[in-house]
């Protein structure tokens, strides 16, 4: 994540759990004019459109107070759904065992883009199987991951 996606995590965070959801990550995308906060929410009761309207409601009011966006964007609240996004290391232990896309923000072994078992971590690092080979990918130089669904 981005400073201003920790930023914004770290900010929004308390409203989030004070409505009984987990703030599982945040995504800022700047589009021209038209910029995205994106944040994602999980439960252990799942998510409902009717809570995404509730958090919705309750971060804009937060968000209005605060202002840490400057100029306009449209904020969207949604469920990680099967194919979710990882953003913090600790996520990844949850799904040991599944096949996970990886993009690295510089080559690793003259690639960025991975796809494979997550095996597990070391330390700081992914460890990833890919055709056979495991990889140890430090989660420092991670820009995206994505756990996939198969089909």
């Not at 995590?9 to 959801?21: I, K, R, S, Y």
């Not at 910029?35 to 799942?46: A, D, K, Q, T």
Request: glycine share 8%; net charge negative.
């Amino acid at each position: 994540m981005s400073a201003r996606e920790n930023k914004l995590q770290a900010l929004l965070a308390p409203t989030v759990e004070a409505l009984g959801f987990e703030l599982w990550g945040t995504e800022f995308l700047i589009q021209g004019k038209h910029s995205v906060l994106r944040l994602y929410i999980e439960s252990e009761n799942g998510v409902q459109v009717t809570d995404c309207a509730a958090v919705s409601e309750q971060v804009g009011a937060v968000l209005d107070v605060e202002e840490p966006i400057g100029g306009e964007y449209t904020l969207e609240v949604s469920s990680p759904g099967v194919d979710r996004r990882l953003f913090r290391l600790e996520q990844y232990l949850a799904y040991v065992g599944q096949e996970v896309e990886l993009r690295l923000r510089s080559p690793f072994e003259g690639r960025r883009k991975f796809k494979g078992i997550l095996r597990g971590i070391e330390d700081d690092d992914i460890v990833l199987l890919v055709d056979d080979h495991e990889y140890l990918l430090p989660y420092g130089d991670v820009d995206r991951a994505q756990l996939t669904l198969r089909i």
